[in-house]
């Protein structure tokens, strides 16, 4: 079993920036690839962006635009989504997820998800 607890979220305004961190109570975080999504209301929850097991890959949705960045170190088992640039379309609940299949961007290959950060860019 893992647990994700995310952190982070908030309201900003168009333009600003945002770090979540998504925290894993596990021992074995460098077996899971760990995947960022976001469910906006009446949405579907759709990928936004994930890393390899050993950080050696990144993965992100054509949306992204190399606004955001996801990172995460392996000695505290933290994953980070760093958003930069972050537009009205970018609110959001967003989630952290622990895969331990393949296909990164799927959220079927997902077994554990957070509770969720509230993101809202809004002037």
């Known amino acids: 079993q893992v647990q994700l607890v995310e952190s982070g979220g908030g309201l900003v305004l168009p333009g600003a920036s945002l770090r979540l961190s998504c925290a894993a109570s596990?021992?074995?975080?460098?077996?899971?690839?760990m995947g960022w999504f976001r469910q906006a209301p009446g949405k579907e929850r759709e990928f936004v962006a994930a890393?390899?097991?050993?950080?050696?890959?990144?993965y992100y949705a054509n949306f992204v635009q190399g606004r955001f960045t996801v990172s995460r170190d392996i000695a505290k088992n933290t994953v980070y989504l760093q958003m930069n640039s972050l537009k009205p379309e970018d609110t959001a609940v967003y989630y952290c997820?622990?895969?331990?299949?393949?296909?990164?961007?799927?959220?079927?290959?997902?077994?554990?998800w957070g509770q969720g950060t509230q993101v809202t860019v809004s002037s």
């Open positions: 997820a622990a895969n331990d299949r393949y296909g990164p961007s799927s959220p079927g290959n997902y077994a554990y």
């Open positions: 596990t021992h074995t975080f460098s077996n899971y690839i």
């Open positions: 890393i390899g097991r050993r950080a050696g890959t990144t």
